[in-house]
């Protein structure tokens, strides 16, 4: 089916947001995610230039707001060991599903896995070096995004910084996704919600310019190929 890309489809809903979901399909998609991740979101790249330039300065706590199956802070708590690097890094999610399933196939990461909402973090006061999210900013309406950004931008201290990472909304991110996730439809992602769930993602995500829009001022929109969207602040270049 060809859907037109051309605006938001705010009215699309993820199956992973249904809370009647069907549990082993919710689980199995968690424990997808992270080849998913690996393929698309670069966290090599994240950790490279945003995490360990800091931690090299000393120990740092991170934030990951929306962790899902926690995948991301498991591999930045690996590279920043193998590193000899020290940092606290909180997974955090609104959805208990998630954090039940994240802190259950924990491997010894030192990660520590939360139920809130980064407000809730704001209101008790707690500050990061880093926050960020992967794959969350297209579950929120500008409204609430916009909150998002509000709370991250006041949850970093000092030289800190917030990047939120996701899919930008193009023909090119559906038809390569379609396609990739349509070979492995029957194999690796048998069993999950990560195809259909993926394909409604790129409809819900945000074009550079919406995110431009959306965003306040001190916050920088950049693209990266082949379809990838990042949403910065830091306390060093905010207004
Ligand atoms: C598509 S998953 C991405 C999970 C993970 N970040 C990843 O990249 O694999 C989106 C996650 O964000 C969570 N989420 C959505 N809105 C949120 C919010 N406002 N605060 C915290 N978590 C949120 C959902 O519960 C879900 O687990």
């Not at 997808?32 to 931690?55: E, H, K, Q, T």
């Not at 707690?126 to 991250?152: A, I, T, W």
């Not at 920088?220 to 270049?237: C, D, K, M, Q």
Request: net charge neutral.
């Amino acid at each position: 089916m060809r859907h037109d890309l051309s605006a938001r489809a705010v009215d699309a809903r993820e199956l992973m947001d249904d809370p009647d979901a069907d549990i082993a399909m919710l689980e199995r998609t968690y424990e997808r995610f992270r080849p998913v991740n690996a393929l698309v979101s670069s966290p090599g790249l994240f950790y490279r230039r945003d995490i360990r330039p800091r931690a090299r300065r000393g120990h740092i706590r991170i934030l990951d707001v929306g962790a899902g199956g926690g995948d991301v802070c498991r591999m930045l708590a690996a590279r920043l060991r193998r590193d000899g690097l020290s940092a606290e890094i909180t997974a955090l999610d609104a959805d208990e599903r998630a954090v039940r399933w994240a802190a259950r196939h924990d491997d010894g990461s030192g990660v520590r896995y939360r139920c809130a909402f980064a407000e809730e973090l704001l209101a008790a006061g707690e500050k990061y070096d880093v926050v960020f999210s992967n794959h969350v900013m297209h579950h929120l309406e500008p409204q609430e995004l916009q909150g998002l950004l509000r709370d991250s931008a006041g949850l970093v201290g000092e030289s800190g910084v917030v990047v939120h990472r996701d899919i930008a909304r193009s023909r090119t991110a559906y038809a390569l996704y379609g396609t990739l996730t349509g070979i492995l439809a029957s194999t690796v992602f048998r069993g999950s919600f990560i195809r259909e769930d993926g394909l409604i993602s790129i409809r819900r995500s945000y074009t550079t310019g919406e995110l431009a829009s959306v965003a306040p001022s001190g916050w920088t929109v950049r693209f990266g190929l082949p379809s990838r969207l990042e949403l910065r602040w830091e306390t060093t270049t905010a207004p």
